[in-house]
């Protein structure tokens, strides 16, 4: 398979390959593509996490103590799901 890239991407990645950072380019490319699709997912992620706040789905926390106590909210429910889940 071919890829175009250009002459400053191609140099670099020539670089790092020399650089011994990635076998070949070939795997310097596939890793490039996992950072492209981590980034796409966190973009993803944030855009329905606006959407969500757009339609009035978020939960408003003022403060460290809020903060805090919401954590330990959804900690204490993890673990009694978890509990519950080891007895049955």
Do not use: C, W
Not at 16 to 44: C, K, M, S, T, W
């Amino acid at each position: 398979m071919s890829t175009d890239l250009s002459p400053r991407n191609e140099q670099f990645i020539q670089y790092i390959v020399a650089r011994g950072i990635f076998h070949d380019r070939n795997q310097a490319l596939d890793e490039a593509v996992e950072l492209l699709r981590r980034r796409q997912d966190l973009l993803d992620h944030i855009d329905e996490g606006t959407r969500q706040l757009r339609a009035g789905e978020g939960i408003e926390l003022l403060g460290e103590e809020a903060l805090q106590a919401y954590f330990e909210q959804l900690h204490a429910g993890g673990m009694k799901r978890y509990e519950a889940s080891k007895q049955g």
